[in-house]
């Protein structure tokens, strides 16, 4: 593989790991406020009187964001190992 090709492999690979990152970094924001403000109309409309709902949508979208956080993770894994194959 020339020099050229592989240093515009490596180029391309860290806007996508950036674009990703910063869409996570999007993501963890609105889903955050979207659950708060979501749940906070969930225990309105049902009446609970404290923060039931709020607190299970607020879980969830945490929950939604470590498992983004992790599978961007593993992806970059499989990135290295399948590079790794690809010198030898």
């Known amino acids: 593989m020339s020099k050229r090709s592989k240093n515009d492999r ?20 609105f889903d955050v ?27 969830l979208a945490i929950a939604a964001v470590f498992l983004s956080f992790f599978k961007l993770v593993y992806t970059l894994m499989i990135d290295k190992d399948d590079e790794e194959d690809d010198e030898l």
Do not use: E, P
């Open 33 to 59: 406020l979207l659950a708060y403000w979501g749940g906070d109309w969930l225990d309105n409309y049902f009446q609970t009187g404290d923060h039931t709902f709020r607190m299970l949508c607020i879980s």
């Open 10 to 29: 490596q180029y391309v690979k860290a806007l996508s790991a950036l674009a990703t990152v910063s869409s996570l970094g999007m993501m963890a924001v």
